[in-house]
Structure formats: structure tokens, C-alpha cells
């Protein structure tokens, strides 16, 4: 079966760094996507990893391992609005998502 | 204004009751979804529509059925509502000119059944 991992939920500091690891199974692999999902909002698109390596977008960055079926999220200078769920997608061999059920994340001051 | 509308936001309706949930967008995508969530679980895919005259099932369609009325309305109708229906339900749109996994999300519409 395919599946997705990732942790339940994580607590980390203002100002801090966290890093939101994902884990998959799936029958192919089409791309990984992290989407950010404030309580009681519509998921929104944060990143789009297909290539092994790092990719970087201002505060955020994702990191993709194909052969090792990985992936992380990794928050820099973290702020109170980042408090979300994150959740981890892939696009299988038949370009459906997969999706984890997501991380929720707790920013204290 | 959202550009991937949903009606209702809310709703709460008895075991046996038909409902329909209304998703609308001004994006001009082809491909919208119908997805639920659960918490604990991750999205599950409904239906999904490519274009007017493509209707597909997803991963957990008994029990519910759509409509895609014009590109930019796609319906989705649980027949005879039953609790374990209760979910929070997302219709998502797509476009084909970029990656496929990128979606963009309506508000969401909360459906209770008791």
C-alpha cells in the first residue's frame, strides 16, 4: 500500500529553527509537495520538490531524497503566524496525491 | 473574493437527508477535486474532473456522487447522508500548464450528520 509519514506534532520556539520530516511509500514517484494549514483554513501551496537536493524559498526550505523515500521542511527565524499544520503530499505513478496526515505545529514565545 | 468558492461553509443535516456541496472558481482551471478530511487522516480524494466531460472516482467515492455543471462548477451530492459522512470537504482546482500536485483550495464546508 502506499503511505505517507510524518510526525503528529511538534513544538518549537520563536525565533527558532525546526526541521518537519515526511517519510513515504508510494507506487511511483511524480513530485513531493508541502502545503501549510492554518486551524479551520483551505491548505496552501509552500513548496514542490521533484529533483534530489535543496530548495529554497525565504524562510522555508524543503529537502528531497528520492532514494531514501524522504523528504524534510525546514522553518528558519520562526514567527508566531507559522503555527500550522504541514502537510506532505506525493504525486504517485499515476499523478495522484498521497497525502500524510499532516504535522501540527506549535510556535511558543 | 476566494478564488475557489465553496457553499455551504457549514452545515448540519440528519441521517438520510440529501446534500449537495457547491464549489465555483474564477482561476479558469480544467481540473477540480472534491477531497475530505478527517482529523487523524490525510486528505482523501473523492471525485476529480479533468475536464467537463471527465468525471473520475477517487479513493473513497461510495456514497457520494458529483456533477460538473460548466468549467467552473463541479458539485458534489451525498445522496443519503449518513454520520460517519461528517467531515470537513475541500474542492481544490488545478492547472495543467503547472505541477500537477499544486492545488489551490476552496474554504472548506463543514457538513455534520447526526
Known amino acids: 500500500g502506499q503511505n505517507i509519514d510524518q510526525p503528529t506534532e511538534m513544538t518549537a520556539t520563536e525565533g527558532a529553527i525546526v526541521q518537519i520530516n515526511c517519510t513515504y511509500q508510494?507506487?511511483?514517484?511524480?513530485?513531493l509537495f508541502w502545503y501549510q494549514q492554518h486551524a479551520g483554513e483551505a491548505p496552501t501551496f509552500l513548496s514542490y520538490n521533484v529533483l534530489d537536493g535543496l530548495e529554497e524559498k525565504g524562510r522555508f526550505s524543503s529537502f528531497l531524497s528520492r532514494s531514501k523515500g524522504y523528504s524534510y521542511l525546514l522553518l528558519k527565524e520562526l514567527q508566531m503566524k507559522d503555527s500550522a499544520s504541514y502537510l506532505c503530499a506525493v504525486l504517485d505513478s499515476n499523478y495522484q496525491l498521497i497525502w500524510g496526515a499532516g504535522t501540527k505545529l506549535i510556535i511558543k514565545p | 473574493d476566494a478564488d475557489v468558492t465553496q457553499t455551504p461553509r457549514n452545515r448540519i443535516t440528519k441521517t438520510g437527508k440529501r446534500i449537495m456541496l457547491e464549489c465555483s472558481q474564477t482561476?479558469?482551471?480544467?481540473?477540480m477535486y472534491w477531497y475530505r478530511q478527517d482529523p487523524g487522516l490525510g486528505l482523501r480524494l473523492i471525485y476529480y474532473?479533468?475536464?467537463?466531460?471527465?468525471?473520475n472516482k477517487g479513493e473513497i467515492s461510495d456514497g457520494y456522487s458529483v456533477s460538473r455543471q460548466a468549467q467552473a462548477k463541479f458539485s458534489l451530492s451525498l445522496e443519503s447522508a449518513i454520520p460517519n459522512q461528517t467531515a470537513l470537504y475541500f474542492c481544490?482546482?488545478?492547472?495543467?500548464?503547472?505541477?500537477?500536485?499544486?492545488?489551490?483550495f476552496g474554504e472548506g464546508s463543514r457538513l455534520t450528520v447526526l
Open positions: 508510494t507506487s511511483g514517484f511524480n513530485g
Open positions: 482561476k479558469g482551471h480544467d481540473r
Open positions: 481544490a482546482t488545478s492547472d495543467e500548464q503547472r505541477e500537477a500536485g499544486e492545488l489551490f
Open positions: 474532473s479533468f475536464d467537463v466531460k471527465d468525471i
